[in-house]
C-alpha cells in the first residue's frame, strides 16, 4: 500500500496508477502487477490493487572456460528479505588479481519515505571496500525531481605487464580508491513528453602504492 502514489479519497487520475503500477513491478519477488480501477455504485471510483509473488531466492555459481573451467565465485541473492522489499546479496567473487567476498543490501522506502537506500561491505584481496547510497528516483513518469548520492572506498590491485620480449613480467600496484558523487535532476512536460535536465558531480582520490610482487 505505501508504493501507491494515492490515496484515498484522492481525485481520480490514470497516469497515478499506471506509475504506482510501474513501482510495484520494479521489485524483484513481484511477478505480476495490476493497478485498475471500476467506476464504484456511489459514483466514486473503486481501485484493484493485485500482485502475485515468485520465488525470492536465487543462488548462482559463476565459472568460465579458458583451456579449462575455471571457478570464478558465487551468489546467494534474496529479494524480500523480512519480507520487507530489501534485496539482500552474500557474494564471493575471484577473477584475474581480484578477490571480493561481501555483502549488499537495498533498502527500498526507508523510513517509509521515497528513499532507497544501498549498503555495501566486505573485503578484497588486500583490503576492504565499503559503499553507502541514498537516493530519491523520479516516481513514474509523473515525478519531477530526483536526486543520488554515493560515497564508496576500496582498496584493490592494478595489473600491468612489464618487460621485454624475451620475458614480461606480471606487477600488482595497490591501488586506494575513495569516491563521492551527487547527481540532482528535474523533469518538465507531461507524461510521454517529458524534458529531463541533470548534473552530476564527482570528486575522486586514488592513491596508488609502490609495485607489489608478481604473480
Not at 552474500?90 to 544501498?118: A, E, H, K, M, T
Not at 612489464?162 to 528535474?186: C, K, M, W, Y
Request: net charge positive; with cysteine; glycine share 10%.
Amino acid at each position: 500500500r505505501d508504493d501507491l502514489l494515492f490515496r484515498e479519497g484522492d481525485c481520480y487520475n490514470p497516469q497515478l496508477l499506471a506509475d504506482s503500477e510501474r513501482t510495484l513491478r520494479n521489485y524483484p519477488f513481484i511477478a505480476r502487477a495490476s493497478v485498475r480501477a471500476e467506476p464504484s455504485e456511489e459514483g466514486g471510483w473503486q481501485v484493484l490493487v493485485e500482485t502475485r509473488d515468485e520465488w525470492s531466492t536465487w543462488p548462482s555459481i559463476h565459472l568460465a572456460l579458458d583451456g579449462r573451467l575455471l571457478f570464478q565465485g558465487f551468489s546467494l541473492r534474496e529479494g524480500n528479505l523480512l519480507g520487507r522489499g530489501i534485496t539482500s546479496t552474500l557474494f564471493y567473487s575471484r577473477v584475474d588479481q581480484s578477490r571480493n567476498r561481501g555483502i549488499f543490501l537495498r533498502f527500498p522506502r526507508l523510513f517509509r519515505s521515497r528513499l532507497d537506500g544501498v549498503v555495501s561491505a566486505g573485503k578484497t584481496r588486500i583490503g576492504e571496500f565499503f559503499t553507502l547510497q541514498g537516493s530519491y528516483p523520479f516516481l513514474g513518469e509523473s515525478g519531477r525531481v530526483a536526486a543520488s548520492q554515493r560515497l564508496s572506498y576500496q582498496d584493490s590491485y592494478l595489473s600491468f605487464g612489464t618487460g621485454t620480449r624475451n620475458g614480461i613480467s606480471h606487477v600488482l600496484l595497490p591501488v586506494e580508491n575513495r569516491r563521492a558523487d551527487l547527481t540532482l535532476a528535474r523533469r518538465w512536460g507531461r507524461p510521454g513528453s517529458l524534458t529531463e535536465l541533470g548534473i552530476s558531480l564527482a570528486l575522486s582520490l586514488i592513491h596508488i602504492s609502490e609495485p607489489t610482487r608478481p604473480y
